[in-house]
């Protein structure tokens, strides 16, 4: 499992998390909860991992919705920062551009 997935587990589980503007913007645009996303981090599958992102280090996650709908997340932690989790960006996956299990790109 991912090491950025593990920390950021831990610090939403614990309440030490935020939704970016941008992030509350992305859920709303796809009518996804921040409640589900934030109950959901327990499961969720790291998909890509970006330990060295220059915001800080950050996750794409498949999680699930709790119709069982695929939600990917972009989790983060600021640059020179332990803390909070964030929420960057929340969106229901393509399926055209993603397989079957929305873990992997397809070649489009």
């Known amino acids: 499992m991912s090491e950025t997935l593990r920390r950021v587990q831990a610090l939403v589980l614990s309440g030490d998390y935020l939704v970016s503007e941008h992030g509350?913007?992305?859920l709303e645009e796809d009518d996804i909860l921040a409640s589900?996303?934030?109950s959901g981090i327990?499961?969720?599958t790291p998909i890509e991992d970006y330990p060295e992102r220059q915001r800080g280090r950050s996750?794409?996650?498949l999680q699930r919705d709790t119709s069982d709908r695929p939600i990917h997340v972009v989790w983060a932690i600021p640059?020179?920062?332990?803390r909070p989790a964030v929420?960057?960006?929340a969106?229901?996956?393509d399926p055209a551009r993603w397989d079957i299990e929305f873990r992997s790109r397809?070649?489009?």
């Open 42 to 44: 327990a499961a969720a």
């Open 36 to 38: 589900e996303v934030i």
């Open 87 to 89: 929420l960057v960006t």
């Open 24 to 26: 509350f913007d992305e």
């Open 79 to 82: 640059v020179g920062e332990r």
């Open 106 to 108: 397809t070649k489009t």
């Open 91 to 93: 969106y229901r996956p």
């Open 59 to 61: 996750v794409l996650v």
